[in-house]
């Protein structure tokens, strides 16, 4: 044979030379959750090595992280059920400690990068992205509050805003909210292709989120279709957002590479918690090797197009790349 494929995969150092994807911490954002108080390190049980965090003890969580190399992390609030009401008031107050929690790790590390959540689910008795009003999620009647979220956030010194609601026009909305109050450089990562999945159950369970009535399917879209995701990433782009986002990942690869390949903007994936919970209890089991899986599955979604991926394994591949 005069062709023999095999000759390029012979050492680990021409396997490396002729590597197709490199995968590295720089490409990682790790969601961290948020809790009021303090002394509290509670792990959330359908996400095992994940924790819900109080300010004093994520600082130092942060701190640790920033020494294996994570320079970027997405913020999501735990709120007790007596700060929320029906439109989300508890998310723009000037006591709202997720607001406060931003400005202090941006005076601790300057250096890092800090997403925000926007949406309406941490905040509202109803547990839904926007406002419910029989039955019905209105989206037009929601943008405002997205808007005063927004600039609450940017106001607390959030880098990048990161639309999760799924209401149409929301990004110009929130654009033109940003620069009407003098944050034209405060980026938007927009959720733009969220798709209504199964794979949310332990993140739901860590913010305690869940809707209270019907499902999220009128507003996120449907895992059986793929040109959709297009028409929402090009709305989007012209409104104004600067990153894209795929959510779920894994099961959207397909979708990820769609927009890598049609968008000009960069492109984000978010590992979901459930994806992520598949390979701990997995490998809990003795099924999987967790380090080779957990790499095996960012390198994936990598190499379907994804500059940059949310994923809760980001501290232990840091761990892994630094041994």
Not at 231 to 259: H, N, Q, T, W
Request: proline residues 4%.
């Amino acid at each position: 044979m005069n062709i023999r494929p095999r000759r390029n995969r012979k050492s680990a150092a021409i396997r490396d030379m002729i590597s197709e994807t490199n995968l590295g911490v720089e490409n990682l954002i790790y969601p961290l959750f948020l809790i009021e108080g303090s002394g509290i390190k509670d792990e959330i049980s359908s996400l095992p090595g994940n924790y819900r965090w109080s300010l004093d003890l994520l600082l130092a969580e942060i701190d640790s992280c920033i020494k294996l190399g994570i320079d970027k992390y997405v913020l999501f609030p735990v709120v007790s059920e007596d700060k929320k009401d029906k439109v989300a008031s508890y998310s723009y107050a000037e006591d709202n400690f997720y607001l406060k929690a931003i400005s202090e790790i941006k005076k601790h590390f300057p250096e890092v990068s800090l997403m925000s959540d926007v949406a309406m689910d941490p905040y509202s008795t109803d547990g839904h992205d926007g406002l419910v009003e029989n039955g019905l999620i209105l989206n037009d009647e929601t943008l405002p509050i997205l808007g005063k979220m927004a600039i609450a956030q940017a106001q607390a010194g959030i880098d990048i805003i990161g639309p999760s609601d799924m209401m149409d026009g929301r990004v110009a909305f929130i654009r033109e909210a940003l620069d009407s109050h003098n944050f034209q450089d405060v980026s938007i990562m927009s959720y733009s292709a969220k798709y209504a999945s199964a794979f949310y159950g332990p993140f739901r369970d860590a913010l305690d989120s869940a809707p209270k009535g019907g499902d999220k399917k009128t507003y996120q879209m449907n895992p059986a279709n793929r040109k959709e995701a297009l028409r929402e990433a090009f709305l989007d782009i012209e409104e104004g957002a600067d990153m894209l986002m795929v959510k779920p990942a894994v099961c959207y690869l397909d979708v990820i590479s769609d927009l890598k390949s049609n968008c000009e903007v960069p492109i984000t994936a978010y590992n979901v918690s459930g994806e992520c919970a598949m390979i701990y209890a997995a490998s809990a089991n003795g099924w999987l090797d967790y380090e080779a899986a957990m790499s095996e599955m960012l390198l994936s979604i990598r190499r379907s197009g994804a500059d940059g991926i949310l994923t809760y394994f980001a501290k232990d591949f840091a761990a892994l790349q630094n041994k």
